[in-house]
Antibody, heavy 120, light 110 residues
Framework: QVQLQLSGPGLLKPSQTLSLTCAISGDSVSSNSAAWNWIRQSPSRGLEWLGRTYYRSKWSSGYAVSLKGRITVNADTSKNQFSLQLTSVTPQDTAIYYC??????????WGQGIPVTVSS | QSVLTQPPSASGTPGQRVTISCSGSSSNIGGDHVYWYQQFPGTAPKLLIYKTNQRPSGVPDRFSGSKSGTSASLAISGLRSEDEADYYCAAWDDKLTGWVFGGGTELTVL
């Protein structure tokens, strides 16, 4: 059974950098069959895919066009986890953030979600 | 505004059959599989249907999925009170090179 455990701050001020970590159990971040995604949910924007990282002989990442330039998704193989960094946050980045596993082409497991508020 | 279009709400009485639609385009639903997720308040979405019409183990066969062209549907037969939840469709979008989601449908069991 795959489990994804999120951690990170729940409150940020505008212009700060959001950093979240997703610890994986029951699978490996280096799996050749998986990709590791970040998704957020807010009343105004619904479910929004942010980006992902995956290993296929080398590490690759992909990001939502709307966030390119602000987002980085990295893997830490020593801790079997992956992370999200989102720079220059604004109140529009307020949402529940989820990490999720993509396995054999589709998202199957989601972490529990962490609410993040951006407010001065 | 979500890339995939779903009705915001649906309802039915116990035992009834309810269908939730999801409309997309050739770059997402039209060219790939559709996925459905069920979400209860305060919890993460849970995979309900994968690869358009496949159920993960543990999902009752009351839930079924289908697709035609650039639209997809989730059908729930023998509606039960515990089916009251939000339902989301999703697909990979080749043009956006990312996952896209519907705005969600709130299902009420009357």
């Amino acid at each position: 059974q795959v489990q994804l455990q999120l951690s990170g701050p729940g409150l940020l001020k505008p212009s700060q950098t959001l950093s979240l970590t997703c610890a994986i159990s029951g699978d490996s971040v280096s799996s050749n069959s998986a990709a590791w995604n970040w998704i957020r949910q807010s009343p105004s924007r619904g479910l929004e895919w942010l980006g992902r990282t995956y290993y296929r002989s080398k590490w690759s990442s992909g990001y939502a066009v709307s966030l390119k330039g602000r987002i980085t998704v990295n893997a830490d193989t020593s801790k079997n986890q992956f992370s999200l960094q989102l720079t220059s946050v604004t109140p529009q980045d307020t949402a529940i953030y989820y990490c999720a596993r993509q396995w054999q082409g589709f998202i199957d497991y989601w972490g529990q979600g962490i609410p993040v508020t951006v407010s001065s | 505004q979500s890339v995939l279009t779903q009705p915001p709400s649906a309802s039915g009485t116990p035992g009834q059959r309810v269908t939730i639609s999801c409309s997309g385009s050739s770059s997402n639903i039209g060219g790939d599989h559709v996925y459905w997720y069920q979400q209860f308040p305060g919890t993460a979405p849970k995979l309900l249907i994968y690869k358009t019409n496949q159920r993960p183990s543990g999902v009752p066969d009351r839930f079924s999925g289908s697709k035609s062209g650039t639209s997809a549907s989730l059908a729930i037969s023998g509606l039960r009170s515990e089916d009251e939840a939000d339902y989301y469709c999703a697909a990979w979008d080749d043009k956006l090179t990312g996952w896209v989601f519907g705005g969600g449908t709130e299902l009420t069991v009357l």
